[in-house]
């Protein structure tokens, strides 16, 4: 009896795939590759892995705004006024642009802490100006965390961060928590699908 067991079509095309997209990767490698130990992964799994990287090689790097036809524009908001029929205009420009940046994948995470104002700002002056690789896959999300934008660590303790991530934090730097407090701002923003 031989312990030859012949590899099913599947297999063979899944092989040839795996050196395809190694091939097309070779330009860019670097130690990245070297870290997908075949003994771990299947070889439909290190496709998607070696497909993943190889997206991510292509990727042009635009600003935010450039990634819809036409380029996204908002209305300055030092444009919109103060009043009342200025806030309902800028939530109905936010809610619609939290939609748009979803269509392309963008996810807003942790901005129950901003105003619709200061959301909007964010986005307007942050996040639709930004360069970031368009990375053209059905799972690739990119996440925007609202609370890193002025770089202040206690927003995020404060208002996200787990009974655990605080006190790790706490234990790492030694210094006193901020209080825990609900968001002002709770959104039910789309987040991506798992």
Known sequence: MSEYEPQTTD?????????????????????????????????PKENEFLAAMLAWE??????????FDPPLELPAPDEIPLDEAGELFLSEQLWDVI?????KR???AFADHLS??????LIYRDILPSQEKLIDAAGAYLH????????????????????????NWADEFGETLPAREDPPYPRRVPRRPL
């Open 106 to 108: 963008i996810v807003l």
């Open 58 to 67: 292509r990727a042009p790097v635009l600003p935010i705004a450039e990634w």
């Open 116 to 121: 619709d104002r200061e959301l909007y700002c």
């Open 144 to 167: 925007w965390d609202c609370s890193d934008a002025t770089g202040d660590t206690e927003l995020w303790l404060r208002y996200y961060a787990s009974d655990r991530e605080r006190q």
């Open 11 to 43: 297999e063979v095309d899944h092989l040839l795939r795996n050196a395809q997209l190694r091939d097309e990767l070779e330009p860019y490698f670097d130690e990245a590759i070297g870290r997908v130990n075949v003994h771990v992964f299947s070889t």
């Open 99 to 103: 939609h748009k940046l979803f269509e």
